[in-house]
C-alpha cells in the first residue's frame, strides 16, 4: 500500500495548482483519502477529505470556496484544485488514509509555496 503526493510548486497569490494523490497496492475507491499540510509549526492540520461515498466530502474552513477535493477511481487517484491561492497556504502537503481500519499510509509530502 502505497500514496504518491505530488504536483505542487510556486505560485504566486491568487494562482492555482492540483495536487494527486495516486493510491497503489489497493483500490482508493473503497477508503476515505485526506489531504493535510503542514507550516512551519510541527502539527499537520487537515485541509479536505473525501469518503468512500463521494457525497462524503470535507473542508476546512480557511479553504473553502477556493479548493476542491475529487476522486478518479478509473486513475486510483484523488486531486486537491486548489484556486485563489494565499501565502498562508504555503505549507509541505501530505496525503492520508487509513487501511483496514488501522494501517494509517501518508503519502510522502508536496512542497507548495505560495509568494506574495
Known amino acids: 500500500v502505497q500514496l504518491q503526493a505530488s504536483g505542487g510548486g510556486l505560485v504566486q497569490a491568487g494562482g492555482s495548482l492540483r495536487l494527486s494523490c495516486a493510491a497503489s497496492?489497493?483500490?482508493?475507491?473503497?477508503?476515505?483519502i485526506g489531504w493535510y499540510r503542514q507550516g512551519p509549526g510541527p502539527e499537520r492540520m487537515g485541509v479536505a477529505c473525501?469518503?468512500?461515498?463521494?457525497?462524503?466530502?470535507y473542508y476546512t474552513d480557511s479553504v473553502k470556496g477556493r479548493f476542491t477535493i475529487s476522486r478518479n477511481n478509473a486513475e486510483n487517484t484523488v486531486y486537491l484544485e486548489m484556486n485563489g491561492l494565499k501565502p498562508e497556504d504555503t505549507a509541505v502537503y501530505y496525503c492520508?488514509?487509513?487501511?483496514?481500519?488501522?494501517?494509517?499510509?501518508w503519502g510522502q509530502g508536496t512542497q507548495v509555496t505560495v509568494s506574495s
Open positions: 473525501i469518503g468512500s461515498s463521494d457525497g462524503d466530502i
Open positions: 492520508h488514509t487509513t487501511y483496514a481500519g488501522r494501517y494509517e499510509y
Open positions: 497496492g489497493f483500490s482508493s475507491e473503497g477508503y476515505a
